[in-house]
T-cell receptor
Framework: DAKTTQPNSMESNEEEPVHLPCNHS???????IHWYRQLPSQGPEYVIH???SNVNNRMASLAIAEDRKSSTLILHRATLRDAAVYYC?????????FGKGTRLSVIA | DAGVTQSPTHLIKTRGQHVTLRCSPI?????VSWYQQVLGQGPQFIFQ???????GRGNFPDRFSARQFPNYSSELNVNALLLGDSALYLC??????????????FGNGTRLTVT
């Protein structure tokens, strides 16, 4: 499976946008880019996924580079409830392979 | 709609015992996957079942086994428990066998402590 690289941690102020980066230079043409997040004491929660085009949903936006070697998860207005570990995962098939993700802290 | 439900939520067992963890997928989902998450790490894949057939197995010893029932619910069994089996066990469901364009939906897990 192609690997992803994410910063270990990031910090954001409440009500400001957050851009979480993910590098995946060895991505193949059929790999989907998935983002999950895990709040304390909960299972991972699906956030968004895409293949080539940028994607928007009620939770976030996913911006995918033209060469697909990187992507950015955008939370438009961070809230305290967005504090979690965010995982960027490439998959064309199960299983999902989780790395250590990015721990996002949100400051009030 | 109910999400993925797992039972029990917490469990304490002694070394050498066995344990059965249960999972009910989202209605209509035919695929169930199991993951183990030890403290401070990301979840690690154990098994996937689709339409009652095993579709994938991670790098776990034979002490770990699972099955899926006709109603698509699933059980994870672990025999001869070791201290290192202490972890959060997560179940995830999806409608399709391949998750590429179909996200996984996770339950909140069973916290297993082995003493």
């Amino acid at each position: 499976d192609a690997k992803t690289t994410q910063p270990n941690s990031m910090e954001s102020n409440e009500e400001e946008p957050v851009h979480l980066p993910c590098n995946h230079s060895t991505i193949s043409g059929t790999d989907y880019i998935h983002w999950y997040r895990q709040l304390p004491s909960q299972g991972p929660e699906y956030v968004i996924h895409g293949l080539t085009s940028n994607v928007n949903n009620r939770m976030a936006s996913l911006a995918i580079a033209e060469d697909r070697k990187s992507s950015t998860l955008i939370l438009h207005r961070a809230t305290l409830r967005d504090a979690a570990v965010y995982y960027c995962i490439l998959t064309r098939n199960t299983p999902l392979v989780f790395g250590k993700g990015t721990r996002l802290s949100v400051i009030a | 709609d109910a999400g993925v439900t797992q039972s029990p939520t917490h469990l304490i067992k002694t070394r050498g015992q066995h344990v059965t963890l249960r999972c009910s997928p989202i209605s209509g989902h035919k695929s169930v996957s199991w993951y183990q998450q030890v403290l401070g790490q990301g979840p690690q894949f154990i098994f996937q079942y689709y339409e009652k057939e095993e579709r994938g197995r991670g790098n776990f010893p034979d002490r770990f086994s699972a099955r899926q029932f006709p109603n698509y619910s699933s059980e994870l069994n672990v025999n001869a428990l070791l201290l290192g089996d202490s972890a959060l066990y997560l179940c995830a469901s999806s409608p399709l066998a391949h998750v590429g364009n179909s996200p996984l939906h996770f339950g909140n897990g069973t916290r297993l402590t082995v003493t």
